[in-house]
């Protein structure tokens, strides 16, 4: 069992940045591949980012791509998503999940989940 907890969520303006924590207990976190997802209102969970159990490698939606960086501390048993250049689109709730099998962009394939923090772009 591994619980996740997102912080780092707000309000920020157009052009602005934002860095989301995850915390995870337990000690078997550095075994998870790890992602961030988000969901707007009236829109499906999108695929956001994921990294690798190693942090080797690491794996963006073409809408984020070259703005947001994921990251990971498997000391601290934490999952980074540092955004910048914030555009209103990305007004979402956001989700860490853990993933026990390959580096995927499946929402399916991620068996934990955060409650979610949100962020709102203001134009």
């Known amino acids: 069992q591994v619980q996740l907890v997102e912080s780092g969520g707000g309000l920020v303006q157009t052009g602005g940045s934002l860095r989301l924590s995850c915390a995870a207990s337990?000690?078997?976190?550095?075994?998870?591949?790890m992602g961030w997802f988000r969901q707007a209102p009236g829109k499906e969970r999108e695929f956001v980012a994921a990294?690798?159990?190693?942090?080797?490698?690491?794996y963006y939606d073409d809408s984020v791509k070259g703005r947001f960086t994921i990251s990971r501390d498997n000391v601290e048993n934490t999952v980074y998503l540092q955004m910048n250049n914030l555009k209103p689109e990305d007004t979402a709730v956001y989700y860490c999940?853990?993933?026990?099998?390959?580096?995927?962009?499946?929402?399916?394939?991620?068996?934990?989940w955060g409650q979610g923090t949100q962020v709102t772009v203001s134009s």
């Open positions: 990294i690798s159990r190693s942090a080797g490698i690491t």
């Open positions: 337990g000690r078997t976190f550095r075994t998870y591949v």
């Open positions: 999940a853990a993933n026990p099998g390959v580096l995927s962009s499946r929402p399916n394939e991620f068996i934990y």
